[in-house]
Structures are given as C-alpha cells and as structure tokens.
C-alpha cells in the first residue's frame, strides 16, 4: 500500500515538474521570437532562456518551429474561445438567461479578444504576421484558425438576419474579421491611453454602423 502511494506520489510530482519545464519553454520561446524574430533564435537559446538542458527542450518538441507553432494554436484557441466562446450556443451557456443585441454582442467580443491578444508582446504578434509571408505550414494554420474565426461571426450574424442590412453573410464575417485584427493591432500600437480606447470605441460603432439597419451609413 505504501509502495502504491509513494509511486502515485512520484508520479504526481514527475507530472508537474513536466508542466511547469513545459511552461517554461513556451514562455521563454514567445520571448525570444518577440525580441529577434523566429530565424534568429535557436533551441539552445530557448532552452537556456527557459532554465533547462538542451535535452528536455528535445524531450517535448522536435524543433524551434514547433514551440512556435503550438504558441500560435494557444493564441488563436485562446482568441476563439474568449470571444465567441467557440459558438453562439456556448455563448449562451456562458451568458444564461439574458438577451442580448448584436451590438452588446460585439462589444464583449471585442474586449475579450483585446484581453487575450495584451497577453502577447506586440512583437510578436508582428512576427506571426511576418511568419504568415515566411512559411506556408504557419501560413496553413492561420488560414485555418481565419475561417474558423468567420464562421463564428456568421453564426451570429445568421441569429439576427432580421436586423441585418447585409445580405452576403460570408463577405461580411470576413470584413468583420479583418477590422477586428486590424484593431487588435492599432490598439497593441497604439498601449494603454485614451486614444487608444477612443479607436477601438470607434471600430465598434463602425461595425454596427456596417451591419445593422437604421443606421446611419457612412459617406465616406
């Protein structure tokens, strides 16, 4: 019985040291491809930067490129999952009980994906851009993380068709999308100031603005 608990013990503690060497190594790779770009980091620096031999690094990853890979999945699952929470139906779940209008909807989708892209340095965030023009395996993942990102926003869209003055769902989402980033970017740019409020206080009353009837269109 004492063997029993002392090997569930071990294998506990064995558990959580690789967590946290895990952890480390995803940490140190975000910062080092913030601060000089994917090409010019190597294993051997992330694995020091992390507190750890050459060896564990090789114990969880094959190379540098897949620590960067798997910090972009986190990233975009992350993003998906703090908006939408994956899809109206989990949105719901999450909010029971109320109704919301597709502008409230908007604006909590936008400041929680703010909320998971401050989690980033802005640097990197510019180097996922960069690397999207670099490598066509990244370029593949982000693609796929784009689509599955619109068809959320078309999901939504479709609960209020009745309030829509677009008629093109899926070229919609995709506007929507592309000012989302691009406002996630400028407010990055932008940090912390009133200014910066200011532009994402305006992305969102443009995207109502484009989306719902009554409003106002622009002249521009």
């Known amino acids: 019985m004492t063997t029993d608990v002392t090997q569930k013990c071990m294998r506990k503690v064995s558990q959580s040291r690789s967590i946290e060497t895990k952890e480390a190594l ?24 992390a507190g750890v031999a050459i060896g564990s690094f090789y114990g969880y990853y094959t190379d540098k490129k897949q620590v960067f890979l798997e910090i972009v999945k986190t990233y975009k ?10 899809n109206s139906d989990d949105f719901d779940k999450a909010n029971p009980g109320q109704d919301y209008t597709l502008e409230q909807v908007i604006n909590y989708f936008i ?46 869209m479709s609960r209020y068709s009745d309030l829509l003055r677009v008629d093109d ?8 999308y592309q000012v989302n980033d691009n406002m996630i970017m400028a407010h990055l740019s932008g940090g912390n100031t009133k200014h910066a409020q ?23």
């Open 26 to 49: 995803i940490e140190a790779a975000t910062q080092l491809f913030a601060e000089k770009g994917f090409h010019k980091v190597n294993t051997k620096e992330i694995a020091k930067a």
């Open 198 to 220: 200011s532009l994402i206080n305006e992305y969102k009353t443009m995207i109502a603005l484009y989306l719902l009837k009554g409003n106002k269109e622009s002249t521009v």
């Open 111 to 156: 400041n929680q994906k703010i909320e998971v892209a401050e989690r980033y340095p802005l640097a990197f965030h510019l180097e996922i851009n960069h690397m999207r023009y670099r490598d066509e395996e990244v370029a593949a993942l982000l693609e796929d993380y784009t689509q599955r990102e619109i068809t959320i926003f078309i999901n939504y």
């Open 77 to 86: 699952e992350a993003l998906l999952g703090a908006g939408m929470c994956g």
């Open 169 to 176: 769902l899926q070229l919609a989402a995709s506007v929507i």
